[in-house]
């Protein structure tokens, strides 16, 4: 298995950024895949995730800004990220979904890339 992220980068305050992650090593369109972010000093963040049916979520905080989706013939799933506060500077990773908690609620995951940088700064 293999995730590669790539898009990210400085942006200002209310400006966008499309994250991509190219999959490879497994049957992409069987898969559920998330987006999370990672702050230094603090836990890993569940971000956004995506069924193999197209079927989306989001955490509150970035509901209505955030929009995930895939292309199941590139083996790539998007992150559009849009009016970008500085609270969502950090590095987001790709990951598979191989199952959801109930308690604590959220997602388990399986497969990671390394990560890309997104810093919201002025």
């Known amino acids: 298995v293999q995730l590669v992220e790539s898009g990210g980068g400085l942006v200002q305050p209310g400006g966008s950024l499309r994250l991509s992650c190219a999959a490879s090593?497994?049957?992409?369109?069987?898969?559920?895949m998330a987006w999370a972010r990672q702050v230094p000093g603090k836990g890993l963040e569940w971000v956004s995730s995506?069924?193999?049916?197209?079927?989306?979520n989001y955490r509150d905080s970035v509901t209505g800004r955030f929009t995930v989706s895939r292309d199941n013939a590139k083996n790539t799933v998007y992150l559009q990220m849009n009016s970008l506060k500085p609270e969502d500077t950090a590095v987001y990773l790709c990951?598979?979904?191989?199952?959801?908690?109930?308690?604590?609620?959220?997602?388990?995951?399986?497969?990671w890339g390394q990560g890309t940088q997104v810093t919201v700064s002025s």
């Open positions: 990951a598979t979904v191989r199952a959801w908690s109930v308690d604590p609620a959220g997602p388990l995951f399986g497969s």
């Open positions: 090593g497994f049957t992409f369109d069987h898969y559920e």
């Open positions: 995506i069924r193999s049916d197209g079927a989306t």
